[in-house]
């Protein structure tokens, strides 16, 4: 019931961030990288967990 689990990706070709909700599986979380569609690049593309 919490929303604390987002956080933001960003398209690793334009930029475009989106909100996509971390995993909790134990293991490695640090590096996320997950495939999704960007409305910008109009295709689906790997987007990367953004820093601050
Ligand atoms: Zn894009």
Redesign the pocket.
């Given at each position: 019931m919490s929303q604390d689990r987002l956080i933001k990706i960003a398209?690793?070709?334009?930029?475009?961030t989106l909100y996509s909700e971390r995993r909790k599986k134990g293991d490695n979380i640090q590096k996320l990288e997950i495939k999704k569609y960007?409305?910008?690049?109009?295709?689906h593309?790997l987007?990367k967990e953004k820093k601050k």
């Open positions: 398209c690793s070709d334009c930029g475009h960007c409305s910008k690049c109009k295709k593309k987007f």
